[in-house]
């Protein structure tokens, strides 16, 4: 079955450099996740989207922001980045309605590890 | 604040026996509580979940316990495995298919 799948999985920038995180959910799945896990820690929500629409905001710095295209992809924009940007960068998925809508687990990528040197 | 917690950052068990991890969150209003497994370099994998209209939910080796008026619950692994070493995520959230509250995470390591 098909994953969420999340590009790149590593990724090496400098400080105030900028990067993009591309993800792209299950098929049929009508939510996306961003999630941040720093080293020795549990994943941080940053934000979410639904039928392209952000759904939900979490602890996502000003400098970072996301969006949903029509193809329900999703992009992380990360612009002046600092030392503490670095971490592994998780998209989720999940199908919220229709019919293949499930009871409220998130299915996740394999992450995106950024490293700002 | 961490809403979500787990005190034992990790845990050894011998193949065989049961591994127990537990949980505990503040916020009363998360009514869905689900387990992730994570390997390392590998995203959370989903494990089993329980709703809060229920105490117990079992899938084949795991069983998770959820006692509301503590807001308490508790993963089983019976028999544990080797392959079970993992570290395990608690998380909670307040809808379906809303946003993950997660805890700390626990390291098991199943040892022969």
């Known amino acids: 079955a098909a994953g969420v799948i999340q590009s790149p999985r590593h990724l090496i920038k400098e400080k105030r450099e900028t990067a993009t995180l591309k993800c792209y959910p299950i098929?049929?799945?009508?939510?996306v996740y961003w999630y941040q896990q720093g080293p020795g820690q549990d994943p941080q929500f940053l934000i979410s989207?639904?039928?392209?629409?952000?759904?939900d905001k979490g602890s996502i710095p000003d400098r970072f922001s996301a969006q949903q295209f029509s193809d329900y992809h999703s992009e992380l924009n990360m612009s002046s980045l600092e030392l503490g940007d670095s971490a592994l960068y998780f998209c989720?998925?999940?199908?919220?309605?229709?019919?293949?809508?499930?009871?409220?687990?998130?299915?996740f990528g394999e992450g995106s590890r950024l490293t700002v040197l | 604040d961490q809403q979500v917690k787990q005190n034992s950052p990790s845990l050894s068990v011998q193949e065989g026996r049961i591994s127990i991890l537990n949980c505990d969150y503040t916020?009363?209003?998360?009514?869905?509580f689900l387990w992730y497994k994570k390997y390392p370099a590998e995203g959370p994998t989903f494990l089993i979940s329980?709703?809060?209209?229920?105490d117990k939910n079992e899938d084949g080796r795991f069983t998770v316990f959820l006692n509301k008026s503590a807001k308490h619950l508790s993963l089983h692994i019976v028999p544990s495995q080797p392959g079970d070493s993992a570290v395990y995520f608690c998380?909670?959230?307040?809808?379906?298919?809303?946003?993950?509250?997660f805890g700390t995470g626990t390291r098991l390591q199943v040892t022969l």
């Open positions: 989720a998925s999940s199908a919220l309605k229709g019919e293949f809508a499930n009871t409220g687990e998130l299915f």
């Open positions: 989207f639904y039928e392209k629409m952000q759904s």
């Open positions: 098929p049929r799945h009508d939510t």
């Open positions: 998380a909670a959230n307040t809808g379906t298919a809303s946003k993950l509250t």
């Open positions: 329980i709703s809060s209209i229920k």
């Open positions: 916020n009363s209003m998360f009514d869905y």
